[in-house]
């Protein structure tokens, strides 16, 4: 991860604020499984057209997550089944940060990634009864929902 992390030190930085004002909560994402190496070559390549997010002199960060599903794994079906809208529920803590957040992410249409965010004090065991509402998930058909330790 050093070599990334003096990868990462050659481009220029954007700041958080920056990135807010970008409304990255409804986003197209596009998602890829690189190894170390094949990461710098594309470091290298895409350097002199991005930047880089830098919150107080960091630029590679550090965090925890725990996902919360349905007892048959309603959440994780869905999306390995190709479902076109889907939902995910999960917790993340940014560690350098100290920044804990609760999220549900809607995949909609298939292509399109809208997210809900809270902040909360720490993350929780369980998702409390009155945040189902926010999940408002058809597919869900008053199950509970409960953390995922796999």
Do not use: W
Not at 67 to 75: I, L, N, V
């Amino acid at each position: 991860m050093q070599q990334i992390q003096q990868i990462l030190n050659t481009f220029e930085s954007v700041s958080l604020q920056d990135l807010d004002a970008v409304k990255l909560q409804n986003r197209i994402d596009t998602k890829y499984m690189l190894t170390i190496q094949e990461l710098e070559q594309v470091l290298h390549e895409i350097q002199k057209n991005q930047k880089v997010l830098e919150i107080d002199d960091t630029r590679l960060f550090t965090y925890k997550t725990v996902y919360f599903d349905t007892p048959d794994f309603r959440f994780y079906k869905d999306h390995h089944n190709g479902c076109i809208n889907r939902v995910k529920v999960r917790c993340r803590e940014y560690v350098e940060s100290h920044l804990v957040m609760y999220e549900i992410k809607r995949k909609l249409f298939g292509t399109r990634t809208d997210k809900q965010r809270k902040v909360i004090a720490q993350l929780p065991e369980q998702i409390p009864q009155e945040d189902y509402a926010l999940i408002g998930y058809k597919r869900l058909n008053a199950q509970p929902i409960e953390k995922n330790d796999q």
